[in-house]
């Protein structure tokens, strides 16, 4: 959600990353991508694990990810984007 990404500068700090993309490099993210990452919920292709929530970085669970080809990822931020501009 909108709200989360408020959550997102302070949790890298707190959790010494610079950045989101050191994050993604880490072992913790590779270990939580070996756990939950699956083929695309929608379609069923090869997929990424993106984040639901920046709230709970580094303590992610279950609910907190989701298994998305780059088309429909795309896509979920393409109309959260469009809900931004419109609400």
Do not use: M
């Not at 929530?53 to 795309?74: F, M, Q």
Request: hydrophobic share 30%.
């Amino acid at each position: 959600s909108k709200r989360s990404f408020r959550f997102l500068p302070q949790r890298l700090k707190e959790l010494n990353f610079k950045t989101y993309k050191d994050y993604l490099k880490s072992s913790y993210w590779e270990k939580l991508r070996s756990k939950y990452l699956k083929n695309c919920v929608v379609c069923e292709k090869k997929a990424e694990l993106h984040h639901r929530t920046y709230k709970n970085l580094g303590r992610e669970n279950r609910k907190d990810l989701i298994s998305l080809c780059s088309g429909h990822h795309y896509f979920t931020h393409f109309i959260f984007n469009q809900k931004l501009i419109h609400n």
